[in-house]
């Protein structure tokens, strides 16, 4: 069955620190995509990253980066330097291919950054 | 470049009552994905259409019903309305069943 967790319900920072985001996700397939969506106080989902299972190689976007680590089933976005706009909360998502491409998310992360 | 577009963004319903939540996919987009999510929690999956058919159904209830249009857009009706339908509706749209879902702004509904 798939099944993503973010076990950390909410982190507080200062601005500019660094902050990483854990997913942890479960999946009986070979072939399955995961996600990070990031929703602000407006309230729309914003598309951050998608990797596939058969690339793990890590991805830098900025002050963003991704480390994928299917030996432990982990997908973790680390936000270097954070600032205010950050603030908003992290969804980490799943979807398998045999399942129509829908996608089932972890239950967020609050990500709080103070000035 | 163009968006998936929700209509209307706001609506307020009292019990009992009908509502039906539109999407506009972004264009050449021919998947549609319905989801829906209560205060505090994660968006969960209701429904989804490829090429105008049913691809996919999740966790809907049967007082709802969907459908897409030859133009690609999308409806999500909503019969007896309940308290518990109060909730933030997304709308996302891909290229393809394998393709990033990209949402659109949401429809917040509200029950009263």
């Known amino acids: 069955a798939q099944k993503v967790t973010q076990a950390q319900t909410e982190i507080s920072v200062v601005e500019k620190e660094d902050v990483t985001l854990d997913c942890v996700y479960e999946t009986r397939d070979t072939t399955y995509y995961l996600f990070w969506y990031k929703q602000p106080p407006s309230g729309e989902l914003v598309f951050l990253i998608r990797?596939?299972?058969?690339?793990?190689q890590n991805e830098i976007s900025g002050r963003y980066s991704w480390n994928f680590q299917k030996s432990t089933s982990s997908f973790n976005f680390t936000i270097t330097a954070s600032q205010v706009v950050d603030s908003a909360v992290y969804f980490c998502?799943?979807?398998?291919?045999?399942?129509?491409?829908?996608?089932?998310f972890g239950a967020g992360t609050i990500l709080r950054v103070k000035s | 470049a163009a968006g998936v577009i929700q209509s209307p963004r706001h609506l307020i319903k009292e019990k009992r009552e009908t509502a039906t939540l539109k999407c506009y996919p972004i264009p050449r987009h021919d998947t549609v994905y319905w989801y829906q999510q209560g205060p505090g929690q994660d968006p969960q999956f209701l429904i989804s259409f490829y090429e105008k058919m049913q691809s996919d159904k999740g966790s809907i209830p049967d007082r709802f019903s969907a459908q897409q249009f030859s133009d690609y857009h999308s409806e999500l009706n909503m019969s007896s309305l309940e308290l518990g339908d109060s909730a933030l509706y997304f709308c996302?749209?891909?290229?393809?069943?394998?393709?990033?879902?990209?949402f659109g702004p949401g429809t917040r509904l509200t029950v009263l």
């Open positions: 998502a799943l979807s398998e291919v045999r399942y129509g491409n829908k996608l089932v």
């Open positions: 996302a749209s891909s290229l393809g069943l394998r393709d990033t879902q990209y």
């Open positions: 990797r596939n299972s058969f690339d793990e």
